[in-house]
């Protein structure tokens, strides 16, 4: 209640300041306040792997604060063997409805996601702040956002909030780990009305931004990358990582959405993986810094014709 309380007292004092303005956001800093509430109220419920009661206090939570803001969703439920056994996963997706629209049949332009597990661990509380907590509350905060202030281009996405990203074993293989985003793909696959494009978030708040790009991402998607962080001043916290990376947007590549990955370079770091991934590593202002980017990203793909690729 008092994690609530402190988000409502956020959002209250932005709109009586008058920090909301139609397209460039909230005035300096706003954004990162509001996420980095949303980020510790995320990390209240404890380690959140898959098929943990935790993950699914986590899930409702996201559900209510964008039902709370007009979007619909629902979950994705299904059920796969991991190495620990058969597990339990549910996305989360989200819609915002159009007049005259059925909110899931209609087509949509792109897709917003990010992982809502934090890796799972019998020997250690890892609560996964930035991988990915920060990324799930940077979207809550970018979704309140459109529905207030650009309802045109909330109802031209999808917003998907992916379980079991994180392996069981220590790393990403084929048969092990992006459980839900492959389970996603794989029921877009062959389908003609796709969205043109994805971007995934992950590690996003970490007070010493460095954001890198996958080496393979698309050339016109690291030039609008790259364009939105210097209309941000922001350009010093983006670059290249030095190879590919596997993440969420793996599987949507490969079904035919191009989707960029703004992923933090958790190579840089000895928290990544560890209790010190805690909100002890999170700013506000790196939060800040990356919806923004991330808001004119959207704005840029979606107004871009055909896909972007």
Known sequence: MKIRLSLAVVVVLAVAAGFLIQRGGLASGAF?????????AILEFGPRPP???????????????????????VGQEFEQRTPIGPVRFENVRAR??????????????????????????????????????????????????LARRNPELAGRLELVFFDGEEAFDENITALDGL???????????????LPRFGI????????????AL??????????????????????DHFGMAEGPIIDDHVPL?????????????FTRFRWWHTPQDNLDLISPESLDTSI??????????????????
Request: aromatic share 6%; proline share 4%; glycine share 8%.
């Open 179 to 193: 459980y839900g985003s492959r389970y996603y793909a794989a029921h877009l696959r062959g389908r003609e009305d």
């Open 51 to 73: 098929g943990s009661d935790a993950l699914d206090r986590v899930r409702a939570h996201v559900r209510a604060e964008l039902e709370d803001a007009g979007w619909v969703t």
């Open 32 to 40: 990162g306040e509001e996420a980095h509430a949303q980020t510790a």
């Open 96 to 145: 915002f409805p159009t007049p005259g629209d059925d909110v899931w049949e209609k087509p949509v332009d792109g897709l917003l996601g990010a992982h809502i597990d934090s890796k799972y661990y019998e020997d250690r509380h890892f609560v996964g702040a930035d991988d990915a907590a920060s990324a799930c509350a940077a979207i809550i905060v970018i979704a309140r956002h």
């Open 253 to 265: 590549n490969m079904v035919g959405i191009p989707t960029v990955n703004l992923i933090g370079d």
């Open 214 to 235: 996958p080496a393979d991402t698309h050339a016109p998607q690291k030039e609008a990358v790259f364009e939105a962080a210097r209309q941000e001043g922001a350009e």
């Open 200 to 211: 995934i978030l992950d590690m996003i708040g970490h007070r010493d931004l460095r954001i």
């Open 292 to 309: 923004r980017v991330t808001l004119r990203l959207l704005e840029k793909f979606a107004d871009h014709e055909g896909p972007m690729k």
